[in-house]
């Protein structure tokens, strides 16, 4: 399964079996992982991409997908565990030496993920998530060649590209680049105006940069997914700015 040319992102229905249910292959699975990370339910994302690979462990774009997953629940160490079996079957493979990179500077150890992610940009086929770890790691860096990395990433992102960009944004919004943030989450939420995520981090931006739009798009991202506590959070604090500013306004 090709991840660049076959993921969709819109709203087709799964095949269906003679019964007339979905067909729960890897395929369906796949989908459906790539659906819970855009509505920001990474446990969910994570239990299906590990179905993926109990049904086709050669499916490079699952052990990548679970690898991220628990980089993103915070398990690090398991994370790298993870990609450490994944390198036995695709060995040198520049996105797994890349999430190593990730996991290590996300639990603090920087010097293990610079390591890793100089060796990741030196192989080849190099794919958009390589240069978003690039990214990460330099930007911690603090170094000027960051931002180039999210452009890279962002041109090659191919069929994938909304989840690159979303991805690229979030990275952003990290490292305060509200406005560059927006920029590619407008992009975003004009593809998959289903993301509650996208919507989320949207609004995060806005409100960072104390524009009205925030509390449309938290609105818009409550909607989505009803019982996100988080978002709410941040639309009660966009609706409570929003009234701080017509008060002063009159």
Same mark, same amino acid.
């Given at each position: 399964?090709? +991840? ?8 087709? *229905?799964?095949?269906?079996?003679? =019964?007339?249910?979905?067909?729960? =292959? ?6 459906? *992982? ?9 446990? !969910?994302?994570? +239990?299906?991409? /590990? +179905?993926?690979?109990?049904?086709? /462990? ?34 040198? %493979?520049?996105?797994? !030496? ?5 996991? &290590? /500077? ?9 390591? &890793?992610? =100089? ?20 930007? %911690? ?32 919004? +990290?490292?305060? $680049?509200? /406005? ?24 995060? #931006? ?11 798009? !938290?609105?818009? #991202? #409550?909607?989505?997914?009803? =019982?996100?506590?988080? *978002?709410?959070?941040?639309?009660? %604090? *966009?609706?409570? $700015?929003?009234? !701080? ?6």
């Amino acid at each position: 399964m090709d +991840r660049f040319t076959r993921l969709e992102f819109g709203d087709k *229905a799964p095949k269906k079996g003679p =019964d007339g249910e979905p067909v729960r =292959d890897a395929e369906y699975f796949y989908k459906n *992982a790539y659906r819970y990370w855009f509505a920001a339910d990474f446990e !969910l994302a994570l +239990r299906n991409f /590990s +179905r993926v690979l109990e049904e086709d /462990s050669s499916i490079f774009g699952a052990w990548s997908g679970q690898i991220t997953a628990l980089i993103e629940l915070g398990e690090h160490p398991e994370a790298i565990v993870w990609a450490d079996k994944a390198l036995e079957s695709f060995p040198e %493979h520049p996105e797994l !030496l890349a999430l190593k990179a990730v996991a &290590y /500077s996300r639990d603090a150890k920087f010097e293990k993920a610079i390591a &890793y992610s =100089d060796n990741s940009v030196s192989k080849n086929d190099v794919t958009p998530i390589v240069w978003l770890a690039r990214a990460e790691v330099l930007l %911690h860096r603090k170094s000027p060649v960051a931002e180039n990395c999210i452009s890279k990433a962002v041109g090659c992102g191919g069929e994938l590209g909304p989840f690159i960009k979303l991805e690229a944004a979030r990275l952003l919004r +990290r490292k305060h $680049r509200y /406005s560059k943030a927006i920029a590619y989450l407008n992009e975003v939420v004009q593809s998959v105006p289903k993301s509650a995520l996208a919507w989320y981090e949207l609004g995060c #931006c806005q409100a960072k940069l104390g524009l009205p739009q925030a509390k449309v798009s !938290l609105e818009q #991202c #409550c909607q989505l997914r009803p =019982d996100w506590a988080e *978002a709410k959070r941040e639309l009660k %604090h *966009a609706e409570s $700015r929003g009234f !701080l500013r017509k008060l002063f306004g009159r």
